[in-house]
């Protein structure tokens, strides 16, 4: 006789207030919670909300949370848990709720047209560019991401003190560092690193990493350092002053892009040089 599990999962709508419901399932070897919750809405609720695409760890849209941890459904196998114990499915809680577990996550996606994109340098004489190994491989774990969202999911500043509009959180803190760490790259996006996307609000507690399905070490490897540079640029003296005297070369400024509707005055311009006088 094939053995049984007992799904607890959040049911309700961005409208109206929810409440847990339980099904019994029957279990079989491999099994994962995302086909637990296929058979339930093959079975039992065709209503049941849930998104996912690929069941494969590798489109991070089946993001949820089970037992209060961040997880992807389609990665968790149902023999993580005891026999007997009760699964309990929820919708991560740092989105608004649409329906059952399936939340808004269009946010991440504003966030994300906020940061330039890179911007290499130009070519050298032979048509190529050329950069280090040690480059290449310090930033090559950033470029995993599958757009989960977990790490966005568990971040305290995020999930707890709702700064959404202040915090770009870990997910975009990396992406930030695999630009900024780039030897190609000629954007300078640290005045808005500190400003606009706000990393001072992140206190390095690693939660973020301990949730990664792709085990991307994001705070020792990405914020961490990200933090040091702008430590450097903004809040070193020293570094500051030698700076001002040997007119170290910094990556171009860009703009941060506004989302519509944003009453958030756009950076002035540059004002144009005067000709000089010619000479007589």
Not at 144 to 152: T, V
Not at 164 to 177: D, K, V, W
Not at 211 to 230: A, S
């Amino acid at each position: 006789m094939a053995d049984k599990a007992t799904l607890r999962v959040w049911r309700g709508t961005k409208d109206k207030p929810g409440e847990f419901q339980e099904f019994e399932v029957e279990t079989y070897p491999g099994m994962v919670v995302l086909d637990a919750i296929h058979d339930v809405q093959a079975t039992q609720d065709p209503n049941l909300a849930v998104r996912w695409n690929c069941k494969a760890g590798r489109c991070g849209s089946c993001s949820a949370e089970i037992n209060g941890r961040p997880r992807l459904l389609c990665m968790t196998r149902m023999s993580h848990f005891e026999p007997g114990e009760p699964i309990t499915v929820t919708p991560m809680k740092s989105f608004p709720l649409i329906r059952d577990l399936v939340t808004d996550i269009s946010h991440n996606y504003r966030m994300a047209k906020k940061i330039p994109p890179f911007k290499p340098r130009p070519r050298e004489a032979d048509g190529t560019w050329r950069m280090q190994q040690h480059d290449i491989d310090r930033i090559q774990e950033f470029r995993k991401c599958i757009e989960c969202f977990l790490c966005q999911d568990v971040c305290h500043v995020l999930r707890d003190h709702d700064k959404h509009e202040s915090f770009a959180g870990p997910r975009f803190m990396i992406q930030l560092a695999n630009l900024d760490m780039h030897p190609l790259d000629t954007v300078d996006r640290r005045p808005m690193i500190k400003d606009t996307f706000g990393i001072g609000y992140c206190n390095i507690t690693r939660c973020c990493t301990e949730v990664c399905p792709e085990n991307i070490t994001i705070t020792d490897n990405g914020i961490i350092p990200l933090k040091e540079r702008i430590a450097d640029d903004f809040y070193d003296p020293v570094k500051w002053l030698l700076r001002k005297v040997m007119g170290t070369k910094k990556k171009k400024s860009l703009p941060v892009v506004q989302e519509a509707g944003s009453k958030k005055s756009e950076a002035p311009k540059a004002k144009k040089k005067e000709p000089a006088d010619a000479e007589e």
